[in-house]
């Protein structure tokens, strides 16, 4: 009989192994990546592009491209496209980031003949009709609407643009901006941003000789570039001088917390050892951010802190919403806690807690193949190489507590925090 009064014994976890992908570049300038799994009949398909240039006169285009492409081409409506991907049992959708946008297939390897085409249609002769234009104008206008009544939604576009100027990631969308769109130049976007020369074709599951002869075939020489390349390059991020913010609602129950500051990215040095000191922060479940302000306090359900880090710029940043009386002793805590990073080593037991933490939520993210095409895509864009994740994980198994001091006292300036509060305070 099992003893339940012992833990159950664990190892470390030494090693972490990444599947590599195979690398071809089709004749038109397509990069494609694939991920071989080998077992079941199913494969993902990723068609990833670069964002144009941000237009602060037309701030909207990278984004609402994006959201309609299955909205109609020129031989099918967006019915018809739904019906087609559906009657094989495949799944379809776009996804808009801040650097880059995506449609994505899942479908079963035999369905590929009948899928892929569809895909290609889209990606090709998408039309967006003026109707289609008009009812997403109309849509987004009552979302934009809604989503201004909520603190935490204008919290983060505040902060946002705070923090990243007049740029794609400081993008703070008005209802002129929706009213302002034009179909032309919906039209005139799609045809720069989604040719091949822009794409980043990424394969995984099943992928034999005969489903990457059916891709490269459907997505190689038949897929043509435009006359004129993809302009990605971004205008350079410039932080607001004013570091506080506050939008009153005198009859708000809940203020919106978000507090944050300019970071380095993923291919700086001190990134991995910086995801430790933020996981210790506010970065999982048993945080000291969740300890105090939770846990001790009782003033809010939860409150997180996390690194962003994109092509062209990165924040630190802390986010949480809690009872509108106790707003400022909850600012007082956060403080109080990021000055104890400062001036305090971090405990051995607890520094070894967030190692195993970090570690296992590192090998558990890679429970199959799609896993790994994932990781990849986190090194590729950032134009990092494998030996990344190696030092990652490195990092996280030897990084001291006086180092992560040092990292705290060099990073950590609350004076230097932009502020935004929504609510009452």
């Not at 099992?2 to 599947?19: E, M, Y």
């Not at 590599?20 to 397509?30: A, R, V």
């Not at 989604?194 to 020489?221: H, M, R, W």
């Not at 400062?342 to 190692?355: H, N, P, S, Y």
């Amino acid at each position: 009989m099992i003893d339940r009064t012992i833990a159950p014994d664990f190892k470390a976890i030494n090693d972490i192994n990444l599947i590599k992908p195979e690398h071809i570049q089709l004749d038109n300038g397509c990069n494609v990546f694939v991920f071989n799994s080998g077992d079941q009949e199913l494969v993902r398909i990723e068609w990833i592009f670069g964002n144009l240039r941000f237009d602060p006169a037309k701030p909207l285009l990278n984004l609402t491209v994006n959201a309609m492409l299955t909205d109609g081409t020129e031989t099918l409506t967006a019915a018809q496209i739904a019906d087609k991907i559906d009657f094989y049992g495949a799944f379809f959708q776009s996804d808009y980031g801040f650097d880059h946008s995506q449609v994505t297939l899942f479908s079963l390897n035999k369905h590929l003949q009948s899928t892929l085409p569809v895909v290609k249609d889209v990606l090709t002769n998408s039309i967006f009709p003026q109707k289609e234009v008009e009812t997403f104008i109309r849509n987004q206008q009552q979302k934009l609407q809604v989503n201004l009544q909520k603190n935490d939604v204008v919290a983060r576009r505040t902060f946002n643009k705070a923090i990243n100027g007049d740029t794609i990631y400081g993008l703070a969308p008005d209802a002129d901006d929706y009213k302002n769109l034009q179909r032309e130049d919906l039209l005139a976007h799609f045809k720069q941003m989604y040719q091949p020369s822009n794409c980043t074709l990424i394969v995984a599951g099943k992928t034999d000789a005969e489903t990457l002869k059916i891709i490269t075939d459907t997505f190689g020489a038949a897929w043509e570039n435009a006359l004129n390349s993809a302009d990605t390059t971004q205008p350079e991020v410039e932080p607001s001088a004013d570091l506080f913010y506050y939008v009153e609602k005198p009859e708000a129950l809940q203020s919106a917390i978000r507090l944050g500051i300019p970071a380095i990215k993923r291919t700086h040095a001190d990134f991995p050892a910086l995801q430790v000191l933020n996981t210790v922060l506010g970065g999982y479940f048993g945080s000291r951010l969740m300890a105090n302000i939770r846990e001790d306090k009782g003033y809010t359900y939860g409150i997180g802190s996390g690194i962003s880090s994109l092509k062209n710029a990165a924040a630190w940043f802390i986010a949480t919403e809690v009872g509108a009386d106790v707003c400022k002793s909850a600012v007082t805590e956060i403080e109080k806690e990021i000055d104890l990073l400062k001036t305090e080593l971090i405990a051995d037991e607890e520094l070894a807690l967030v190692r195993n933490y970090m570690l296992g939520s590192l090998l558990g993210s890679l429970e199959n193949i799609f896993s790994h095409a994932d990781k990849f895509k986190n090194i590729y864009f950032a134009g990092l190489d494998y030996d990344y994740y190696t030092r990652y994980s490195q990092t996280i198994k030897t990084v001291t507590a006086p180092y992560l001091q040092q990292l705290a006292q060099q990073y950590l300036d609350f004076d230097r925090f932009y502020k935004v509060i929504v609510g009452k305070y």
